[in-house]
């Protein structure tokens, strides 16, 4: 059981590491540097279920190639994106589908989104670009693009159809494949 004497001994020592631990604790700076907040960063930049989004940033004295290096490394992450995203979807219909030709569907299908992701995307959207002069006179550019998931498919399936190296199975097989991911992507709008 406490006692009077027991709480005031608790009082004395305890109030001053408290206030110490408080000054302690306000008193450190973190070695990491300040914090800053990017241009289009935050969540209505971010890939989601219906979008695939990728932001940039490129630092030059000239800002054509400050400018260039932004949009570069935005179309890597999208391409990066992409690619994993359509590695899903061949691992999902390799499982829901057997056959001899589902391997071959599956490669060129792979094979089409390395070709799609190295040339331009139909319905890729610049969404915000900004610039910044800094204090060393280089140019800071910081870009953003999106591409709706369901257009990246068809974009996808177009371009199998118009494929002529393609086998007709494999054709269709790859077809039914975004076909398969259109109608998930839409159904989840």
């Known amino acids: 059981m406490l006692t009077f004497?027991?709480?005031?001994?608790?009082?004395?020592?305890?109030?001053?590491?408290l206030a110490f631990l408080v000054v302690f604790s306000t008193g450190c700076s973190s070695n990491l540097g300040t914090q800053m907040k990017e241009p289009f960063s935050g969540k209505s930049y971010m890939?989601?279920?219906?979008?695939?989004?990728?932001?940039?940033?490129?630092?030059?004295?000239?800002d054509e190639i400050a400018n260039t290096k932004a949009e570069m490394e935005a179309h890597k992450t999208l391409a990066q994106q992409v690619s994993t995203s359509i590695q899903v979807v061949a691992d999902n219909y390799l499982q829901d589908v057997q056959?001899?030709?589902?391997?071959?569907?599956?490669e060129r299908f792979e094979t089409l989104t390395?070709?799609?992701?190295?040339?331009?995307?139909?319905?890729?959207?610049?969404i915000g670009t900004k610039k910044f002069l800094q204090e060393d006179n280089s140019y800071a550019v910081y870009v953003a693009y999106e591409i709706k998931k369901s257009a990246m498919f068809r974009f996808l399936k177009k371009k199998a159809?118009?494929?002529?190296?393609?086998?007709?199975?494999?054709?269709?097989?790859?077809?039914?494949?975004?076909?398969e991911e259109i109608q998930r992507l839409e159904e989840g709008e």
């Not at 004497?5 to 590491?17: E, F, G, Q, T, V």
């Not at 056959?99 to 599956?106: D, K, L, P, Q, S």
């Not at 494929?163 to 494949?177: C, G, S, W, Y």
């Open 5 to 17: 004497r027991k709480i005031n001994i608790m009082k004395y020592i305890a109030l001053p590491i």
């Open 47 to 62: 890939s989601n279920s219906r979008y695939f989004r990728a932001t940039g940033k490129g630092v030059s004295t000239r």
């Open 99 to 106: 056959g001899e030709h589902v391997n071959e569907a599956i």
């Open 114 to 126: 390395r070709e799609i992701t190295s040339t331009s995307i139909g319905d890729l959207r610049k």
């Open 161 to 179: 159809k118009l494929d002529v190296k393609i086998d007709a199975l494999v054709r269709t097989q790859i077809i039914n494949m975004c076909d």
